[in-house]
């Protein structure tokens, strides 16, 4: 049987999302995939990040410990052994992941697909028809005019993320998250690091205040930056890679981390033949994530909004809603959680000061430092939390800098999106000492009742 309710091209988390959703609500679900089940996400993204990012915390921590009364050396990383474990993280949740497929009726055909008809993809010669097509190709890393990736001395996430050694010197080129992350994760297995941005500060979509922190906080670390300038060229050698700038300014490393954004993947997939709305690659779609044809539908970094793997997983689910009829609330992108998480996180939800201006809010802003904190200074970690409100009205954003501020933004998100002000918040009990307690300090003082806060 080739015929579906509903047929996904690509497993990422866009579309696993779609399926696990549209087959608990009854329909027959065939979902194709050229590589792995899970996509970038788990396979090239976030899950191996996150563990690099771990494995770089624990060494930081070994480097750190006499702080602490704690003697230990750090001797150096076994990348090997790093990869072993984060291969086995990936590799576990990617089975559970296949199994959660299975017991759910799913169809997973292999195979790379193409859209063939308004409602036919075809893999390996077989047409499968869908009452409706969902696209979820996701993303592929881009690079510059002129700069190859060889995948050794030029690399993009891809490649990095499995390096078997660590690299005595690397420029990070872009200063957004995936650079970001980078960065940290090599200056802790002890790289020197060199990020060159060329927006004005690092991370620049989040709250100026943010960038600001992290710039200071990576600056202690010793990682060096410098934003504000273009990239021109690039030269290899057998001592490395030579990158100019605009400015004229060059910069030699072992490795070039090639991180300027990435790119939609639609191209030869058969969607302008259907008629699809496209715009610079990405599929164009409404609030609902429908395209302008109808019946086909798509989601996740194919399609311009924040390239997340909770917005792919959230999409995924609305589309399998709506299509099943139960007519879901489109997603506030703005209420979306957005964290870096270099060492200290960048964390936020809402609006940032300069965008809550422009939309015209009269707004108010504190900023709670995390010096006032007892497990912030427990755990030695700098930073704070910045309340972005409207004068006598809810919280518009909530930006936090400092290790672990992440986990807080469970509670940001609550906040922003049950529109929640300072009153609400401040009468609720935070448990101490926790970090989750500076959330409830920062409300207090913003209802004007400053505990461990000078004002
Ligand atoms: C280094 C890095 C770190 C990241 N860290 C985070 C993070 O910490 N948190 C977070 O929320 N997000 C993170 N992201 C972003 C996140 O990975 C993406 O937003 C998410 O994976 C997008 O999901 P998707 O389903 O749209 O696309 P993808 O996950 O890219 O999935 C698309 C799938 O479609 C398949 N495919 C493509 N074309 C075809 C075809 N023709 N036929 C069959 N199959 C096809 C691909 O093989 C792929 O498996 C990170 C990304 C990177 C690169």
């Avoid at 690092?202 to 670390?221: M, P, T």
């Avoid at 100019?244 to 090639?258: I, M, S, Y």
């Avoid at 164009?284 to 917005?311: F, S, Y």
């Amino acid at each position: 049987m080739n015929d579906f309710d509903l047929v996904i091209l690509g497993a990422g988390s866009g579309g696993y999302a779609a399926a696990l959703r549209g087959a608990q609500l009854g329909l027959s679900v065939a979902l194709i995939e050229k590589e792995k089940l899970g996509g970038t996400c788990l396979h090239k993204g976030c899950i191996p990040t996150k563990a690099l990012l771990h494995a770089g915390e624990i060494a930081d921590n070994t480097k750190h410990a006499a702080e602490f009364g704690v003697k230990a050396q750090f001797i150096s990383m076994d990348m090997l052994a790093v990869n072993a474990y984060k291969d086995g993280v990936v590799s576990k949740l990617h089975k559970g992941l296949q199994g959660l497929v299975k017991s759910r009726n799913i169809n997973f055909i292999e195979g790379h697909g193409k859209l063939v008809g308004k409602n036919q993809v075809e893999v390996n010669g077989t047409v499968y028809t869908g009452k409706n097509i969902i696209l979820a190709t996701g993303s592929y890393p881009k690079t510059l005019p002129g700069l190859e990736i060889d995948g050794k001395q030029i690399v993009t996430s891809e490649e990095a993320m499995s390096f078997d050694y660590v690299p005595k010197s690397v420029i990070v080129l872009g200063g957004g998250v995936i650079g970001c992350e980078f960065a940290s994760v090599w200056n802790s297995f002890g790289s020197e690091v060199t990020i060159i941005e060329g927006l004005p500060r690092l991370v620049a979509l989040e709250d100026e205040s943010s960038s600001k922190q992290l710039e200071r906080a990576f600056r202690k670390r010793g990682i060096n930056f410098e934003v504000g300038v273009k990239f021109a060229s690039a030269a290899k050698d057998k001592k490395g890679v030579t990158i100019t700038l605009e400015n004229g300014a060059k910069h030699t490393a072992d490795v070039l981390l090639v991180a300027v954004g990435r790119g939609p993947v639609s191209a030869n997939l058969g969607y302008e033949d259907q008629g699809i709305t496209m715009d610079r690659g990405y599929v164009m779609v409404d609030e609902k994530c429908r395209t302008n044809v109808p019946g086909i539908w798509a989601v996740g970094d194919l399609i311009p909004t924040l390239q997340l793997a909770h917005v792919g997983f959230a999409e995924g689910i609305l589309v399998a809603e709506e299509i099943a009829g139960l007519n879901p609330r489109a997603i506030n992108y703005d209420g979306v959680p957005r964290v870096t998480y270099s060492e200290p996180e960048v964390a936020s939800v809402g609006l940032t000061t300069a965008v809550a201006k422009e939309r015209g809010y009269d707004v108010v802003e504190l900023t709670y430092d995390l010096a006032g904190n007892g497990k912030a200074n427990i755990l030695k970690t700098a930073g704070s939390i910045k309340l972005v409100a409207q004068k006598n009205g809810p919280v518009l954003g909530v930006h936090m800098v400092g290790s672990r501020v992440g986990e807080l933004l469970a509670e940001g998100q609550l906040i922003y999106n049950w529109e929640a002000d300072a009153n609400d918040v401040a009468s609720l009990i935070h448990a101490h000492p926790t970090l989750s307690e500076a959330m409830g300090e920062a409300h207090l003082a913003l209802a004007g009742k400053p505990l461990h806060a000078h004002g």
